[in-house]
């Protein structure tokens, strides 16, 4: 989400502007993206609150929602309706930003919380002008999200089942059962981070076979940390659900890659839809 952000700011600014940015990007300040609206589900690029103009740029009273890093952000990528337009505006968070913690279930280290915009001021020399959409590395990343996950249950998973003792006093991972399953889940962690390197690998291009790549990418990703944890809490058994387990946390954070947008039902019509066209 920070190189997401500050790459976009840099990609989408004036030149002057862009070069403050790489410049900001390059001493180490942080970068987030504020899109996400509170009742904007999949549809995070086009936003629904309106920016009024004032002497200086345009005055913004809403919130935005799941903003990753806020509280350490020193740069806000975020977008508003400007004259009936989804505009992109670079903003420095100041007294009338303000940051309220969420209640989600998943991904808590992330630090993902609300962000109020009370009266904030976007100037106008941090508007974006239009330009055509190209690869951002927001997308690019997303799928890596859900892999983190993958790869922490299976490595919860096998620390687990190589402690637990059996009444015939064998480990649980010598059962041939549980074998096959983690063998199935391996190669399908494999197939699925192979996916995301080409993501990753089109995007460094500016391919235009990024975005068709990215909308498969996140949900096959997504299915593989919730297949993965879900045999992680199911080897793990009743212990599992207990809230000192690691297990009960990889399974709360590996269904929030599923319903972040592009949600995983989102992605699905989007392939179905373009495979099924003539």
């Known amino acids: 989400m920070h190189i997401g952000a500050a790459e976009a700011l840099v990609r989408y600014s004036t030149s002057e502007v862009a070069r403050y940015y790489a410049d900001e990007l390059i001493a180490g300040r942080r970068f987030a993206n504020a899109l996400s609206e509170p009742t904007g589900g999949n549809q995070f690029l086009s936003p629904q609150q309106v920016a009024e103009p004032v002497a200086g740029g345009y005055r913004l009273t809403g919130a935005k929602r799941f903003i990753s890093g806020c509280e350490i952000a020193d740069h806000f990528l975020i977008n508003a309706l400007v004259d009936g337009q989804p505009t992109l505006f670079g903003l420095e968070p100041d007294d009338t930003v303000t940051f309220t913690p969420q209640d989600t279930l998943g991904l808590r280290a992330t630090r993902s919380h609300l962000v109020g915009l009370n009266g904030t001021v976007l100037r106008s020399d941090r508007r974006c002008p239009p330009a055509p959409p190209g690869p951002n590395h927001i997308a690019a990343g997303l799928a890596w999200l859900s892999l983190g996950?993958?790869?922490?249950?299976?490595?919860t998973l096998l620390d687990h089942a190589r402690?637990?003792?059996?009444?015939?006093?064998?480990?649980?991972?010598?059962?041939?059962?549980?074998?096959?399953?983690?063998?199935?889940?391996?190669?399908?962690?494999e197939a699925a981070t192979l996916v995301a390197?080409?993501?990753?690998?089109?995007?460094?291009?500016?391919?235009?076979?990024?975005?068709?790549?990215?909308t498969r990418a996140k949900p096959t990703a997504n299915r593989v940390a919730r297949d993965l944890?879900?045999?992680?809490?199911?080897?793990?058994?009743?212990s599992g659900f207990v809230?000192?387990?690691?297990?009960?946390?990889?399974?709360?954070?590996?269904?929030?890659?599923?319903?972040m947008a592009h949600s995983v039902e989102f992605c699905l019509d989007h392939i179905g839809a373009t495979t099924m066209t003539p």
């Not at 402690?163 to 962690?189: N, S, Y």
């Not at 944890?229 to 009743?238: D, I, P, T």
């Open 197 to 214: 390197h080409n993501t990753s690998w089109l995007a460094d291009r500016n391919s235009p076979a990024f975005l068709p790549a990215t």
């Open 243 to 259: 809230t000192t387990s690691p297990i009960q946390r990889v399974f709360r954070d590996a269904q929030t890659g599923w319903l």
């Open 149 to 155: 996950v993958a790869d922490t249950a299976l490595t």
């Open 163 to 189: 402690t637990r003792t059996l009444p015939t006093g064998e480990p649980l991972a010598a059962q041939q059962h549980l074998q096959f399953d983690v063998a199935r889940a391996v190669l399908d962690l």
């Open 229 to 238: 944890a879900q045999l992680c809490l199911q080897v793990g058994g009743g």
